[in-house]
């Protein structure tokens, strides 16, 4: 609960209090309920998340929750938080704010998956485009991979224990695939194990990439190592 000061935040049990500056918070009403905006609660989460965390829940509120009919309803868009910062630029945690709006993305499904974009770009890849549909030579959707590498036919997939437990998963990932061969495109699959230690899936993407005409190399650290004379 966020109080504005002078008053004091609460302090009980079950309930976590915060103070705030005047003109910092703009309290909507939501089914009677006085809560903070989409954009002021991300805001307000600089001081309490690292950039990965932040940057995961600001691309969860460009995503915003689905709608029976299968849509989705974004909490914000990326102008209506960059307007949220610029009104209050001395706050606390500017630079992290900046850098994260500059990182969020729309159309991500999932926590992961921005963990695998950020790393993906530390590593100095080409800029990696989210959940954008591939098409066939007739125009058809052939997929929408999680992230792909534009001009370069290859999408890069996380896959969580779902793709191994359930077999509907299991077998569009493999039908899905079939499509994907006779385009000439190469799917990349990412588990947990490489976002702990990805030093080889660099080198996987980083291979790939190169023999689909990229001329740059990754600049994750230690991934090369001079040879011995």
């Known amino acids: ?37 989409a ?71 999932s926590p992961k998956e921005t963990e695998l974009r950020l790393l993906l770009q530390r590593a100095g890849f080409p800029e990696l485009i989210v959940n954008e549909p591939v098409h066939d030579e007739n125009g058809r959707i052939v997929a929408t991979p999680d992230l792909r590498v534009r001009g370069y036919n290859l999408g890069i997939e996380y896959k969580g224990f779902v793709h191994a437990t359930s077999q509907d998963a299991w077998e569009n990932d493999i039908r899905r695939q079939r499509k994907l061969d006779d385009i000439d495109w190469k799917t990349i699959d990412v588990v947990r194990a490489d976002l702990k230690q990805p030093h080889h899936i660099i080198l996987v993407i980083e291979s790939e990439l190169q023999k689909r005409g990229w001329t740059g190399s990754s600049t994750w650290p230690g991934l090369h190592y001079e040879q011995e004379p």
């Open 39 to 109: 954009e002021q609660t991300w805001l307000d989460l600089a001081t309490q998340l690292d950039l990965l965390e932040l940057v995961a829940a600001g691309d969860y509120l460009l995503r915003g929750f689905r709608r029976p009919d299968g849509t989705r309803r974004p909490f914000t868009t990326v102008q209506r938080l960059r307007d949220a910062a610029a009104a209050h630029p001395g706050r606390r945690h500017r630079a992290m704010i900046d850098r994260a709006l500059g990182a969020i993305r729309e159309r991500v499904d």
């Open 1 to 37: 609960m966020t109080v504005v000061r002078p008053r004091r935040p609460p302090r009980a049990r079950g309930v976590l209090g915060h103070s705030t500056g005047p003109g910092r918070c703009t309290p909507i009403d939501s089914r009677g309920l006085r809560i903070s905006t």
